[in-house]
Nanobody, 113 residues
Framework: VQLQACGGGLVQAGESLRLSCVAS???????MAWYRQAPGKERELVAR???????EYVDSVKGRFSISRDVRKMTLYLQMNGLKPEDTAVYYC?????????WGQGTQVTVSS
């Protein structure tokens, strides 16, 4: 399975973006996640969704971001509302299952104040 992320861009603080990650195969059995990496910082987990639909978020995005998946479209989404300058980063999608750990290329999100 290969992952292709898109949807990033330049927005102003308070605006919204939706990131998409399209998989080349089924994602039903994978734990899917979005990570981000800001300049000079380590990559961090932003949100995760299990095959059963359970979700978790890093505290800094709770109430603003929403992760979802469409298994028929083999697509993972990250709806980002109320964006802040500190959300500026390269966002990566990830699929994990056992020893299998797949990454898509990043998509840049830049939030201006």
């Amino acid at each position: 399975v290969q992952l292709q992320a898109c949807g990033g861009g330049l927005v102003q603080a308070g605006e919204s973006l939706r990131l998409s990650c399209v998989a080349s195969g089924s994602i039903n059995s994978f734990v899917m996640a979005w990570y981000r990496q800001a300049p000079g910082k380590e990559r961090e987990l932003v949100a995760r969704i299990t095959p059963g639909g359970a979700t978790e978020y890093v505290d800094s995005v709770k109430g603003r971001f929403s992760i979802s998946r469409d298994v028929r479209k083999m697509t993972l989404y990250l709806q980002m509302n109320g964006l802040k300058p500190e959300d500026t980063a390269v966002y990566y999608c990830n699929a994990g299952r056992g020893f299998c750990d797949l990454w898509g290329q990043g998509t840049q999100v830049t939030v201006s104040s």
